[in-house]
């Protein structure tokens, strides 16, 4: 799976045609999801979905939910990315390690976004509530943050002959692990509804690409510039 999610931002750089219909198709998918949740802020299928994701419960659940979500809260992101980027910066890959840190952008895009919406968070008249959130709801920010994040991680892994393979394997399947469960793990915490997450994980993948396409053009100038 680490193999085909980078292979296909590989891809989607070689091909301005099908990288342009994916950016297309998914700027319609977020439009769609966000007509949806503004026309119909609390609809059965979001209630349906955060019930069956807590359908089992228990102590060691709740705990692991909260694991998996750790990585963007305040002291998880800036520990992850400090972490991250001084790893590159140890080994002179200055241009990595800046790029790592710019997936910090999303914080504010979807700080936005949010308030654009205004969407309320659940409520324990519907769903359970783990943890109280009290900003607003639209999109997941959590969702937005780990597909930008470990979503380039895993695709510097891939491309990368820096590291040894079972290592590039052991941090992507980690990144990509990371960014399946997160949409789980707020909708288990009654953090986030269904649509939250959808929407998250597609504005997440288009910042992905935006940033991949962004980090390409400067590598190519650099390599033009030490040629």
């Not at 319609?28 to 802020?41: C, D, E, N, Q, R």
């Not at 952008?105 to 936005?112: F, G």
Request: aromatic residues 16%; contains cysteine; positive net charge.
């Amino acid at each position: 799976m680490v193999k085909l999610f980078s292979r296909f931002l590989t891809y989607l750089r070689r091909d301005e045609r099908l990288l342009l219909n994916v950016v297309i198709a998914l700027i319609v998918g977020y439009a769609a999801i966000s007509a949806f949740v503004f026309l119909l802020p609390t609809e059965t299928v979001d209630i349906w979905f955060t019930q069956g994701v807590q359908r089992y419960q228990a102590p060691w659940l709740d705990a692991f939910m909260n694991g998996v979500s750790w990585f963007a809260t305040i002291p998880g992101g800036l520990i992850t990315i400090g972490t991250v980027s001084i790893v590159f910066m140890w080994q002179r890959r200055w241009l990595e390690a800046c790029f790592v840190a710019l997936s910090l952008l999303a914080v504010p895009i979807v700080a936005i976004v949010k308030r654009l919406f205004g969407r309320a968070r659940p409520t324990e008249d519907l769903v359970r509530v783990i943890k109280e959130f009290h900003n607003q709801s639209f999109p997941s920010g959590h969702v937005v943050f780990y597909t930008v994040l470990f979503g380039f991680i895993a695709f510097l892994m891939y491309r990368s002959t820096h590291y040894k393979l079972w290592v590039r394997r052991l941090v992507g399947w980690f990144c990509i692990a990371l960014i399946l469960l997160v949409p789980v793990s707020r909708m288990y915490l009654g953090a986030h509804w269904f649509t939250d997450v959808s929407a998250g994980f597609i504005l997440g993948l288009l910042l992905l690409i935006g940033l991949v396409e962004w980090y390409s053009h400067a590598k190519r100038r650099r390599s033009k510039a030490t040629a």
